[in-house]
Antibody
Framework: EVQLVESGGGLVQPGGSLRLSCAAS????????MHWVRQAPGKGPVWVSR????????NYADSVKGRFTISRDNAKSTLYLQMNSLRAEDTAVYYC????????????WGQGTLVTVSS | EIVLTQSPGTLSLSPGERATLSCRAS???????LAWYQQKPGQAPSLIIY???NRATGIPDRFSGSGSGTDFTLTISRLEPEDFAVYYC?????????FGQGTKVEIK
């Protein structure tokens, strides 16, 4: 059974940092692109970042470019998102999501971790 | 960036009724690279349809997807109590994947 379990969310002040983790199991983690998607309260999901299977190619939404860094440890089957210079508008539930092998859709999502940026 | 506009915002229906949800793209979605997700309160989105018309594993056949180009539709032929939720479309035709704002299917 595929499982994605996020952790690391919480309350942080504007300008602060957080590191999210996503522990994967039930599939060969090193074979798949992995993504972070966030969802602000009452809004639709928004793609944040993606990372290819060996960690050599990254992409970011313009809203987080230069502040967020995606990475992975294939030996530990874990995906990370380092978030710096956090802003109020970064407040959201952050999901890690597994890209399907056949296309650009997400066949599995984690349960999400809430990040709240507030003073 | 391809903007996806979903309509209606809310659909009020009774169990057993047919639901028709629309997703319109600001430009053509090549390859019909469009997916639909269901989200229940407090849960992550869950894949229902991919490539516009293919049901994901384990999805009952009362769910169907259709469309191409800029106009896509998700149809639920007969609503079951567990189908009342928010539905999102997502395009993956270019490098910037985007989602619609969602349609809530609520019990009338």
């Amino acid at each position: 059974e595929v499982q994605l379990v996020e952790s690391g969310g919480g309350l942080v002040q504007p300008g602060g940092s957080l590191r999210l983790s996503c522990a994967a199991s039930g599939f060969t983690f090193s074979d798949y692109w992995m993504h972070w998607v966030r969802q602000a309260p009452g809004k639709g999901p928004v793609w944040v970042s993606r990372l290819n299977s060996d960690g050599s190619t990254t992409n970011y939404a313009d809203s987080v470019k230069g502040r967020f860094t995606i990475s992975r440890d294939n030996a530990k089957s874990t995906l990370y998102l380092q978030m710096n210079s956090l802003r109020a508008e970064d407040t959201a539930v952050y999901y890690c999501a597994k890209r399907s092998q056949g296309g650009g859709y997400y066949d599995y999502w984690g349960q999400g971790t809430l990040v709240t940026v507030s003073s | 960036e391809i903007v996806l506009t979903q309509s209606p915002g809310t659909l009020s229906l009774s169990p057993g009724e047919r639901a028709t949800l629309s997703c319109r793209a600001s430009q053509s979605v090549s390859g019909s690279h469009l997916a639909w997700y269901q989200q229940k309160p407090g849960q992550a989105p869950s894949l229902i349809i991919y490539d516009a018309s293919n049901r994901a594993t384990g999805i009952p056949d009362r769910f169907s997807g259709s469309g191409s180009g800029t106009d896509f539709t998700l149809t639920i032929s007969r609503l079951e109590p567990e189908d009342f939720a928010v539905y999102y479309c997502q395009q993956y035709a270019n490098s910037l994947w985007t989602f619609g704002q969602g349609t809530k299917v609520e019990i009338k």
